[in-house]
């Protein structure tokens, strides 16, 4: 069906910036919101930032004006720019996508598709 490939974690000091990416292939029409969520050791999954098929960014109080969402709908990709990374930043990364899949002979559909994380680590 869709795969989501993300890669760009890793370990970094505070202040350190990172760049995320997710790549999304298989069977896709068109992917509608693509957005990078996170989840911490013992707490709930959050949303950190989201991008509309448009260009309309959402993000968590927590990371504005620090991370940046975009996306390369040519490459069915989507980039997180994270910049003056913080320990509490600390989370396993997901990336998330809306997509209305294009089946070999059946009905398109629209459905939520999920990358395999990747961790990202504040630490000095």
């Known amino acids: 069906q869709v795969q989501l490939v993300e890669s760009g974690g890793g370990l970094v000091q505070p202040g350190g910036s990172l760049r995320l990416s997710c790549a999304a292939s298989g069977s896709i029409f068109s992917i509608n919101a693509m957005g990078w969520y996170r989840q911490a050791p013992g707490k709930e999954r959050e949303l950190v930032a989201d991008i509309s098929n448009g260009g309309g960014t959402n993000y968590a109080d927590s990371v504005k004006g620090r991370f940046t969402v975009s996306r390369d709908n040519a490459k069915n990709t989507v980039y997180l720019q994270m910049n003056s990374l913080k320990p509490e930043d600390k989370a396993v990364y997901v990336c998330?996508?809306?997509?209305?899949?294009?089946?070999?002979?059946?009905?398109?559909?629209?459905?939520?598709?999920w990358g395999q994380g990747t961790q990202v680590t504040v630490s000095s």
């Open positions: 998330n996508a809306a997509v209305t899949v294009d089946p070999t002979f059946r009905t398109r559909y629209d459905a939520s598709f």
